[in-house]
């Protein structure tokens, strides 16, 4: 039995489904490949599933978050908060635009940004508090929320992994000005390409994204251009494929939350053993990877590897320790807990077509490791 991190013939069962999308696109008279009427239709089926004002299509996740920060009118002198711990996009896309990424250290257990570590780093320069979901643990949205109102600051949701996923009764990207989602295939939600999506409640700031993606233009009069903007357009192709799988991802999703489930019962027992899973009583579950601590962790790599089980490190180093990142460290900052987690996070595998049995032994054989004397 192997069993990879993640498979290689994820989309094996829309095969048919895809062949027909890019023939009927392909066919069709007008041979509109972006930003056409599949991209509409997918956006307001978005738009409509999490209660957004506007929903917009862009060529990934990471442009969705800088497109929404540019919006922001985010900037050189302004910072903004980003977790210690994650994918580089975080610190990259105010990066780009000219502003100081803030690294705010992280929960020890859950791996999600700390929102007392986020309240520390306000300062009068900060223009933006965006936090971001990770693994299978959203962030305190509400206690982020409280703080960048008090700040009288934005807060940007980076949802990226957690599309489909509610946090008291909120679904993710809703919590604040806006959220993003993406679709690279290891996502909840995930496609055979690059794309991304921004959700957000301010119809304005939407206007604004919309025109971004699309070197400034607003869509109504070709090659007039009101902003400096970019090339982050949406696929037609993908849109109608995402649009026909759409009704089956509350499906998908349950049977991760119940292949999660599964592991945090069996794993609960072992945190004396040193392996430690995800919280079993948080709201806000979205199983996107199930990450373990483990002290031993490239022990257990191997042990896992030995098994036929293929496993992922995420992350190796904490933001702030990257070579791109580090001309914006602070003096005297540092992230305990994020370095904590580069050095004992492991991801199992988690997507929605395993089989009982291959959870199982998933399961078993991670019990094994914490057993052996």
Not at 21 to 32: D, F, L, N, S, T
Not at 241 to 267: D, V
Not at 335 to 347: D, N, T, V
Not at 359 to 368: K, N
């Given at each position: 039995?192997?069993?990879?991190?993640?498979?290689?013939?994820?989309?094996?069962?829309?095969?048919?489904?895809?062949?027909d999308?890019?023939?009927?696109?392909?066919?069709?008279?007008?041979?509109?490949f972006?930003?056409?009427?599949?991209?509409?239709?997918?956006?307001?089926?978005?738009?409509d599933?999490?209660?957004?004002?506007?929903?917009?299509?862009?060529?990934?996740?990471?442009?969705?978050?800088?497109?929404?920060?540019?919006?922001?009118?985010?900037?050189?002198?302004?910072?903004?908060?980003?977790p210690?711990?994650?994918?580089?996009?975080?610190?990259?896309?105010?990066?780009?635009?000219?502003?100081?990424?803030?690294?705010?250290?992280?929960?020890?257990?859950?791996?999600?940004?700390?929102?007392?570590?986020?309240?520390?780093?306000?300062?009068?320069?900060?223009?933006?508090?965006?936090?971001?979901?990770?693994?299978?643990?959203?962030?305190?949205?509400?206690?982020?929320?409280?703080?960048?109102?008090?700040?009288?600051?934005?807060?940007?949701?980076?949802?990226?992994?957690?599309?489909?996923?509610t946090?008291?009764?909120?679904?993710?990207?809703?919590?604040?000005?806006?959220?993003?989602?993406?679709?690279?295939?290891?996502?909840?939600?995930?496609?055979?390409?690059?794309?991304?999506?921004?959700?957000?409640?301010?119809?304005?700031?939407?206007?604004?994204?919309?025109?971004?993606?699309?070197?400034?233009?607003?869509?109504?009069?070709?090659?007039?251009?009101?902003?400096?903007?970019?090339?982050?357009?949406?696929?037609?192709?993908m849109?109608a494929?995402?649009?026909?799988?759409?009704?089956?991802?509350?499906?998908?999703?349950?049977?991760?939350?119940?292949?999660?489930?599964?592991?945090?019962?069996?794993?609960?027992?072992?945190?004396?053993?040193g392996?430690?899973?995800?919280?079993?009583?948080?709201?806000?579950?979205?199983?996107?990877?199930?990450?373990?601590?483990?002290?031993?962790?490239?022990?257990?790599?191997?042990?896992?590897?030995?098994?036929?089980?293929?496993?992922?490190?995420?992350?190796?180093?904490?933001?702030?320790?990257?070579?791109?990142?580090?001309?914006?460290?602070?003096?005297?900052?540092s992230?305990?807990?994020?370095?904590?987690?580069?050095?004992?996070?492991?991801?199992i595998?988690?997507?929605?077509?395993?089989?009982?049995?291959?959870?199982?032994?998933?399961?078993?054989?991670?019990?094994?490791?914490?057993?052996?004397?």
């Open positions: 039995m192997t069993l990879p991190f993640f498979p290689e013939d994820l989309f094996d069962d829309d095969r048919e489904v895809l062949l999308v890019v023939e009927r696109i392909g066919r069709a008279p007008e041979q509109k972006i930003l056409g009427d599949h991209v509409a239709r997918f956006e307001a089926e978005i738009r599933s999490v209660g957004a004002a506007d929903a917009i299509a862009c060529g990934s996740g990471t442009s969705a978050l800088l497109l929404v920060l540019r919006a922001m009118g985010v900037g050189p002198g302004d910072e903004v908060i980003v210690a711990f994650g994918c580089a996009p975080l610190a990259a896309a105010p990066a780009l635009l000219g502003a100081t990424p803030v690294f705010a250290d992280i929960d020890p257990w859950t791996m999600v940004v700390d929102p007392d570590a986020v309240a520390r780093a306000v300062t009068p320069r900060t223009k933006v508090i965006m936090p971001a979901h990770l693994f299978s643990v959203m962030a305190d949205m509400p206690a982020l929320r409280r703080i960048a109102t008090n700040a009288g600051v934005r807060l940007l949701e980076d949802s990226a992994v957690a599309q489909g996923g946090l008291g009764g909120t679904p993710a990207g809703m919590w604040g000005d806006a959220g993003v989602y993406s679709f690279v295939q290891v996502k909840t939600f995930g496609m055979p390409g690059e794309g991304g999506m921004v959700v957000t409640g301010d119809p304005g700031l939407g206007e604004v994204v919309r025109m971004l993606r699309n070197h400034g233009q607003d869509g109504k009069t070709r090659f007039r251009y009101h902003r400096v903007g970019y090339n982050s357009r949406f696929d037609e192709i849109a494929f995402q649009s026909h799988r759409l009704p089956g991802f509350p499906r998908r999703l349950e049977r991760r939350a119940r292949i999660g489930e599964y592991y945090t019962g069996r794993f609960g027992e072992l945190a004396g053993c392996v430690l899973a995800p919280p079993p009583d948080r709201d806000g579950r979205c199983y996107y990877v199930y990450s373990l601590l483990c002290e031993r962790r490239d022990e257990l790599r191997r042990h896992l590897a030995k098994r036929g089980i293929g496993s992922h490190v995420y992350y190796r180093s904490p933001l702030p320790r990257q070579p791109a990142f580090e001309p914006f460290v602070r003096p005297g900052d992230w305990p807990s994020a370095e904590l987690a580069a050095r004992r996070a492991l991801a595998p988690i997507y929605p077509h395993l089989t009982d049995r291959q959870v199982e032994h998933i399961a078993d054989a991670v019990c094994e490791f914490a057993k052996e004397p």
